[in-house]
């Protein structure tokens, strides 16, 4: 059995995220065991074999991004999936994988930190991590799901972008998303999205690029004979490690290919846009915001389902017709100061944060009594 | 096959410093892949940071320059992606000794289908001359002003007793011996690593009170100490350097069922 068959499943969101992968192309994962991400890579070790696909448990999370990125340049589809402690391991070598434009995706499964915190207790502490964790100038994709169904359909979402704009793409989880159970639907039709291969011998030139700023993908042992490094290079693909001209240009592109496609990057789900009181939430918290929307029409939602790169524009939109912002976080304010700089020249009045730590999710009462 | 036709002309005159080793190792190394019948467009080549990690950018072949201490890791992903690729890392004694330790003697462990060539040099060359995990005790380096105090790792030793399939140690000065380990090593199924004590006059010679490239070339010639003869030493004189000493030969040939055909991946 590869990928399961279109229907209806009743799984935890953890496992719901392994068969999306399946269903993305995912033939190649490698994990560390970590609390409360440890469900994909059980069931990726039964599931992967049975998809023609390799499971491998390495010895941290550093070997375990670095194999998916060796993998990736074997044209294979990788993933990873980790929490906070292993995700810090990993930042040098996701800061690697944008360098080298290199496919690959990485579900963070949120638990409460920083250090070891509360494992199995829910958390949004790394979103800026995710956006920021690595040292340079980069951008990456992230993507929060707040259910199980968004558990597989955004695990396929990132391997898709990810392919598509060759850069790395994180499902930004929690444990309590991961860890909760509840029905999910496979539909009949799934789109998926493979990078696009070089196709002729392309050793000199193995990073030249378009319009649309994404080099195609030029695999190993296909005789094309590219050199791949983490220094900045020219579109050779060799170091320049001095031309301040070769570097900014390279950095340049690589942040810009991602901001150029942000109107097909970007996702949020809004309810009530022209509501008076906007509620921003994402992940776990944005699950109580749908009780106080149903019974409060002057209550909207606005759930960035992107996270990375922010869905601004549609954020500016609802924001213009909002008397106050609510922003809930399981964190001190992180996504609050995305809000704060985007609303701030809305004529909103109020642009407030409601925090929840340690494991506990806002209910709508307190959403309530906050907005009353 | 030319030289050239191996290795990138393009890019010469290459980064390495005068007197360095690394040369030697290429020149070994470009013989023995020749010989080993192995296909150019079917390898790849991953290196780490620091000098040794340079090299693959030098190979006109698929090449991986990842980050620092972690090109086995990238190795390994890549191998176990695509079986009918060759995987061969270049390395140093930062990237195996210090930073990716745990990666390499997991590696030997798990007996991953990789060649490893390890250019130890005893220092950090590129960063200008620290000590490393292998600098021989009571030598001299730019963060061991009053001599090293350290006790060195035996990179061999320990690629040994991890259960890698075949390791061998040479010295820069054993060029024939060098490329026949190295042949063997690319021809062996399971984890297969090659050391070589290499030369670094411009920080560790200059350190050390050898003013030119010969005069580490003599110090590694006259340390080399066949294993045949080393073993019967006093167990201090087994441990490399410890005493000054380095052995050479080859530690161990075995065949430990490797790691794709346990995993099922290869049958």
């Known amino acids: ?372 | 096959m030319n030289f050239f036709d191996f290795y990138r002309q393009d890019r010469w005159p290459h980064m390495f410093c005068p007197g360095c080793g690394i040369g030697t190792v290429m020149n070994a190394f470009f013989h023995a892949f020749v010989e080993s019948g192995l296909d150019q467009n079917k390898t790849v080549f991953v290196a780490g940071i620091g000098c040794s990690g340079r090299i693959p950018g030098y190979i006109r072949a698929d090449s991986l320059h990842t980050t620092h201490g972690r090109p086995i890791a990238f190795a390994g992903g890549i191998k176990v992606a695509d079986p009918d690729l060759k995987v061969v890392v270049f390395s140093g004694d930062g990237d195996l000794g210090a930073i990716g330790g745990n990666h390499f003697i997991n590696a030997c462990r798990r007996n991953v289908e990789l060649t490893v060539i390890c250019i130890n040099n005893y220092i950090y060359g590129m960063t200008g001359g620290q000590a490393s995990t292998t600098t021989p005790r009571d030598f001299f380096s730019s963060t061991t002003p009053y001599g090293n105090r350290e006790y060195p790792f035996d990179l061999s030793e320990v690629a040994v007793a991890a259960g890698a399939n075949y390791v061998a140690r040479w010295t820069t000065f054993h060029v024939k011996q060098m490329k026949k380990a190295m042949q063997k090593a690319l021809l062996k199924d399971g984890f297969s690593f090659v050391e070589i004590a290499s030369q670094c006059p411009a920080q560790f010679g200059r350190y050390n009170q050898m003013n030119s490239a010969r005069q580490v070339f003599e110090w590694l010639k006259a340390s080399a100490v066949p294993r045949s003869k080393a073993s019967k030493l006093s167990a201090d004189h087994l441990d490399l350097n410890l005493m000054g000493k380095i052995t050479v030969g080859e530690f161990v040939e075995r065949n430990r069922e490797s790691y794709m055909k346990a995993l099922g991946v290869l049958q």
Request: with cysteine; net charge negative; glycine share 8%.
């Open chain 1, 1 to 372: 059995m590869s990928k399961l068959e279109p229907g209806t499943y009743f799984m935890q969101g953890d496992e719901a995220s392994v068969e999306g992968a399946i269903h993305a192309g995912c033939k190649f994962f490698a994990g560390y065991p970590i609390t409360p991400a440890t469900e994909i890579a059980e069931r990726m070790a039964r599931r992967l074999r049975q998809a023609g696909g390799v499971f491998l448990q390495l010895e941290d999370e550093i070997t375990a991004i670095a194999a998916i990125i060796g993998a990736s340049w074997t044209g294979t589809k990788a993933m990873t999936a980790t929490s906070g402690p292993g995700f810090s391991l990993m930042q040098e070598n996701l800061g690697y994988a944008c360098m080298t434009e290199t496919p690959i995706v990485i579900v963070d499964v949120q638990r409460s930190g920083p250090s070891t915190g509360q494992p199995t207790r829910a958390a949004q502490g790394d979103v800026m991590q995710a956006r920021w964790g690595s040292h340079g100038d980069y951008e990456v994709i992230a993507l929060a799901p707040n259910s199980v169904q968004e558990m597989f359909d955004l695990t396929i979402t990132a391997f898709n972008l990810s392919e598509r704009y060759r850069v790395p793409a994180i499902v930004l989880s929690d444990a309590d998303i991961g860890h909760m159970r509840g029905t999910f639907v496979i539909p009949e039709k799934v789109e998926i999205v493979d990078r696009k291969y070089h196709t002729k011998p392309v050793s000199y030139n193995a990073f030249a690029y378009d319009e649309n700023l994404v080099p195609n993908f030029p695999k190993f042992g296909q005789g094309h004979r590219v050199h791949i490094t983490g220094l900045t290079h020219d579109i050779s693909g060799y170091p320049k490690t001095t031309d301040a001209k070769v570097h900014e240009a390279l950095v340049t592109r690589l942040v810009n290919k991602i901001r150029l496609h942000r109107e097909d990057i970007c996702r949020a789900e809004v309810i009530n846009p022209h509501a008076d009181s906007l509620v921003v939430a994402y992940g776990s918290p944005s699950n109580s915001v749908y009780e106080v929307v149903n019974e409060r029409a002057d209550v909207g939602l606005f759930r960035p389902i992107t996270l990375w790169p922010f869905p601004e524009e549609q954020l500016r939109e609802c924001a213009a017709h909002a008397r106050r912002i609510l922003v809930l976080e399981m964190n001190m304010g992180q996504i609050y100061w995305e809000v704060e700089r985007i609303a701030r020249k809305s004529p909103c009045e109020k642009i407030e944060l409601l925090t929840r730590l340690g494991g506990d999710v806002h209910t709508p009462e307190e959403i309530l009594e906050k907005l009353a």
